[in-house]
């Protein structure tokens, strides 16, 4: 009979099945763990430039609306949209829009004003600008800054950064600076490894990572998002308003921070003059209904055939691409002729007081997504103009957006369908209309 011995190699071999598989089950998990993290640290990545750019967007509303925080957090909203799905048409758009509104709230985003600061005003606080917004909260002069130091109705400030108490030129007063706090929510985040991730910010003793101390932060990680912070910085463009601005004093304050009053949460610092804590503890509270004779935001657009009013329709399609609401370079120029306009009347005794824009859309697509699409189109009016407008034009300028009210074309003409020969017939809907209110002022 014929035997066969085995050696010793084929005895050890023998000996190594089922190796693999262990090795499989231990080592499979570590990489689909490892490689999860990558895709969770690239969606990090992704919110991350999207928050960029809407703090940026925000940071530029703010610019030009008075560093009002209502303004900053609807401008990164409406930023945010691309970030919560976006959409090929206007109704993807709004249920993106709609996502965005619904989530990002004061208990997922926190924005603080660190720029100007409550010594800012503390130093260069305007009472004349005051009166003429009709608030209670303190204003900071935004014109001739190359030729003032101080406002003109305060001219005994202290100026001096070394021994004021913002430690802040006025020019450096009119800097606006952001920080935004955001939180990524958990539809963001990969399974598992995003709960991981959060799991470490708040803390593995065991590991001896440290906890989050700062208290938005880590009620942001009990919900389950992962932290982001922002910082924006931008010239503003317009008369700053406190509005719950931090404290952070210079040099002449001994450097000793008067901490702002706690905020709620659930609420933004409030708007100037709405009865909202102006950051130093005492209290707004203006009971004073709103004058439209004072404040031009609870004022009417005026009667386009009254006397002393000038009316004009500009077309969006000159202004704006379809859909959009950034200005073309044709609606630059179209712009550019009535700030001449403005720019050269400066001088009259009878010249523009009031500057009323109302943006108007057609019947194509969403009411909710039109309406929003009418009042971003005459904010961006309005912010060309006042960023374009001589220093020295005192004018007030109110945007409103009306959607699909007040049509142009008589009924069956524009309707709701998305074609070309439809898009043309419904044009004189789409529009912005400029309504200039003059009056007479004394000669200087």
Known sequence: MLSIKLSNNSQHHLHQKGASLVEFVVVAPTLLFMMLGIVQAGMVFHAKSNLNYATF???????????????????????M??????????????EATARATADITPTSLQIELLSPTKESFDDYASPKLAAKYSTKARVIPNNNLSAITCPVDKTSCNNNPKTNASGQTLSDANLLRIKMTYGIPAAKQVPLVGRFYVMVLQGLTNLGV???TDPFKVALLAQGRIPMVVHNTMRMQSDPIENGNVSNPGPGNNGVPTDP???????????????SDNGDGTDDIDDTPCDPTVDIECAPTPDPCGTGVVSEDLASDVLFDFDSATLTAAGKVA??????????????TYRTDEIFITGYADKIGDDA??????????????????QHLDDDVEVAIKA??????????????CTEEKTESNKANCAPDRRVNITRKLATFEAP
Not at 369 to 383: I, K, P, T
Not at 402 to 407: I, R, T, V
Request: aromatic residues 4%; without cysteine.
């Open 261 to 275: 009053p706690p905020v709620d949460p659930g609420t933004d610092p409030g708007d100037p003059g709405d009865g």
């Open 369 to 386: 997504y039109n309406l929003n699409l009418s009042q971003a189109r005459a904010e961006a009016v309005q912010e060309y103009l006042q």
């Open 81 to 94: 949209v691309g970030y919560y799905g976006g959409g090929r048409n206007a109704e993807e758009i709004a």
């Open 400 to 413: 409103e957006g009306k959607g699909e009210l007040d049509p142009k074309t008589s009924d069956g003409v």
């Open 57 to 79: 967007e925000a940071a530029r509303a703010g610019s030009v609306g008075h560093g009002n925080v209502n303004t900053i957090r609807a401008t990164f909203t409406r930023a």
């Open 335 to 348: 712009l550019d002729k009535m700030i001449s306009t403005l720019n050269a009347e400066k001088a009259n």
């Open 210 to 212: 440290t906890a989050e």
